[in-house]
């Protein structure tokens, strides 16, 4: 069977998009025999192979065509192609490029949205990254693709012409996942009539790398654990809360005793003063104490960074993937939100007052987050051992 993922990749700067992606790959290895799988990477910017997994026999299509014109281009054909395979003509030779080339090939299209970019908000969510995915849609639709989208974050809408493109084509697939309620409410607010199911982020069954290769890289980036160990995934959008954060991490070296481990879950190479590692270094400056954090510096596989988060006593998180990570590895978690899907996924894990708004982060917030979970943290671990495997078994 021929499977075409689109909105997803294996090669992505943003670790949860290759996180969600290597899980698809995982549960349709489990679940077919002998699948033979491609990936479409749209958005060549994200294109980042460098110290990324590669996973075999996947093959991987690199869409360098985003102009207007192409994409128009392709659209025009996919319409001339159905419409003469609908009198019976063969029409191959009109499938002049590799991408129309595997949309014919495939037996059926899986949308990932890279998570949760099918959407459109005026100060969150893409336009052009939503009208890419609407365009790729289109295509599986018009070559008469069953369309799945796998578990995701949808929504919201901004606008009657995207909530009716969403609708349609949400309308035209086979099944939809959603991960979490909130997205589920707004299909159901849209009167989407295609069958919905609630089904974890795939993301849950990506397994760490071994014990011997995480201390291997602890021991490289100098990360100590002679005392409790607090993870932290930082990402641009807290640059105006460093303040508050370097009270917060003042607080956990001496009043807890505790070190910590900024761990970057993206890398930035267009808009450096945005990769995670520069934010943890600009914060690091504003803390009193500074010998028991530190910063991982290296570029790391998705199992990797969740081997390495795995050895957290306690982790606080800003990029969703990275919490999933701490909570798979049965490590309490805090997250700070900044868009629905985050409440939502810590909803389905139990651990719904664990969740900041980026908006409200304070000093004493935050605190007051850290100080009530880590009261309990052995209790809340042990919550965590029985509840993620059963959130592994529905994925």
């Keep these: 069977m021929n499977l075409l993922i689109i909105g997803g990749t294996i090669f992505a700067k943003n670790r949860g998009v290759a996180a969600i992606t290597k899980g698809c790959v995982v549960c349709l290895r489990k679940s077919l025999k002998n699948p033979q799988i491609t990936i479409i990477h749209s958005f060549v910017e994200s294109y980042y192979p460098r110290r990324t997994a590669y996973l075999k026999n996947v093959k991987v299509v690199l869409d360098t065509e985003e102009s207007f014109r192409n994409v128009a281009l392709r659209i025009f054909i996919a319409i001339l192609y159905k419409m003469l395979s609908f009198f019976r003509v ?7 490029d590799r991408v129309l080339k595997e949309y014919e090939n495939a037996d059926i299209v899986i949308n990932l949205s890279y998570g949760d970019m099918f959407a459109y908000t005026k100060d969150l969510y893409s336009k052009r990254v939503f009208l890419t995915l609407a365009y790729h849609c289109m295509l599986a639709i018009l070559f008469n693709k069953p369309l799945f989208f796998f578990p995701q974050s949808i929504g919201p809408f901004y606008g009657k012409f995207y909530r009716f493109l969403a609708r349609f084509i949400l309308n035209q697939c086979d099944v ?6 909130i997205s589920y409410g707004y299909l159901l607010e849209m009167k989407v009539a295609t069958s919905i199911f609630l089904v974890p982020d795939l993301s849950f069954v990506v397994k760490p790398v071994s014990n011997k290769r995480v201390f291997e890289i602890l021991s490289k980036e100098k990360v100590e654990l002679n005392r409790p160990l607090v993870g932290f995934a930082l990402r641009d959008n807290l640059y105006p809360r460093l303040s508050e954060i370097s009270k917060v991490i003042d607080y956990l070296n001496s009043n807890m005793n ?3 481990v900024f761990i970057p879950h993206d890398s930035k190479t267009v808009n450096y003063c945005n990769d995670p590692r520069v934010i943890a270094r ?6 009193n104490v500074k010998r028991q954090n530190s910063v991982v510096e290296g570029d790391y596989t998705v199992e990797e960074l969740r081997g390495l988060i795995g050895k957290c006593d306690l982790f606080i998180g800003a990029y969703m993937h990275a919490n999933i990570s701490a909570l798979s590895m049965c490590v309490p978690t805090i997250a700070i939100s900044y868009s629905h899907k985050t409440q939502g996924i810590m909803d389905s894990v139990g651990l719904s007052e664990f969740v900041l708004d980026v908006n409200e982060l304070t000093a004493t917030n935050l605190i007051n987050k850290i100080e009530k979970m880590y009261n309990n943290i052995h209790e809340y671990r042990e919550y965590l051992k029985r509840r993620i495997p059963i959130i592994r078994e529905a994925v």
Excluded: C, P, S
Aim: charged share 35%.
């Design 90 to 96: 063969k029409a191959k030779i009109l499938l002049y």
């Design 176 to 181: 939809v996942m959603v991960r979490e309620k």
């Design 258 to 260: 505790t070190g910590v």
């Design 282 to 287: 600009k914060l690091l400056k504003k803390v």
